[in-house]
């Protein structure tokens, strides 16, 4: 069965600063792993997405994240936080062979205090 | 290229009526799934249609249904409204081939917010 887990519902972090915000998974078999993030009244907007190679995937916006196998992780980063990034972030899974539908997490509310 | 439609963007029901929701996928696009989003329960799968085929269904009762046009557009019916079916619900649109093991990534549309009073 797949899962994913985001521990945080809400992070705090002052503009400037680097931020993370956590995503563990678990499938079947190997993993697609993907993060969305939701502004108010919108839909989802796709941000990057980790499906082979090199673990370490650079998406939209400045962001990027590592995939740690071991760890069963997906942590989404970025070096330096902006107010703009203020938003509800999902991470979610697709099991490789599984149908084509995501699973996602609880989501984590991300504030960037100026 | 335009992105993912969805008609309407919003709507007020009311218990026991029914409702059709509209998804126009990215051109070229073959894939359409749907998702429901409430405060309780998060994102949750509801189906996905594949080349005017249902090829996977979440765990929803049958008063929702759906179905493909043969341009890919897609319809979700909701049936016999219940206060529990308010939601903003999303649907998403990939190229990705039908079955297992896609690489596809899913583009949502804003949604339509459903009101059932």
């Known amino acids: 069965a797949q899962s994913v887990a985001q521990p945080e519902d809400q992070v705090n972090v002052a503009e400037g600063n680097p931020l993370t915000v956590k995503c563990t998974y678990s499938v079947s078999g190997n993993p697609y792993l993907f993060w969305y993030v939701q502004y108010p009244n919108r839909g989802l907007q796709f941000l990057l997405k980790?499906?082979?190679?090199?673990?370490l995937v650079k998406g939209s916006y400045g962001f990027e994240a590592e995939f740690n196998k071991s760890q069963t992780s997906f942590h989404l980063k970025k070096p330096s936080a902006l107010v703009s990034d203020s938003a509800l972030y999902f991470c979610a899974v697709r099991d490789w062979g599984g149908a084509n539908n995501l699973f996602f997490g609880t989501g984590t509310r991300l504030t960037v205090i100026p | 290229k335009a992105g993912v439609t969805q008609t309407p963007r919003y709507l007020i029901k009311t218990r026991g009526q029914q409702v059709t929701l509209s998804c126009s996928p990215i051109s070229g696009h073959r894939s359409v799934s749907w998702y429901q989003q409430t405060p309780g329960q998060g994102l949750q799968f509801l189906f996905e249609y594949f080349s005017e085929t249902q090829r996977n269904k979440g765990n929803f009762p049958g008063r929702f249904s759906g179905r493909q046009f043969s341009n890919s557009r897609s319809e979700m019916n909701v049936s016999t409204l219940e206060l529990g079916d308010s939601a903003l619900y999303l649907c998403a649109s990939s190229s990705g081939l039908a079955g297992g093991g896609t690489k596809e990534t899913q583009y949502f549309g804003p949604g339509t917010r459903l009101l059932v009073l």
């Open positions: 980790y499906i082979t190679g090199d673990n």
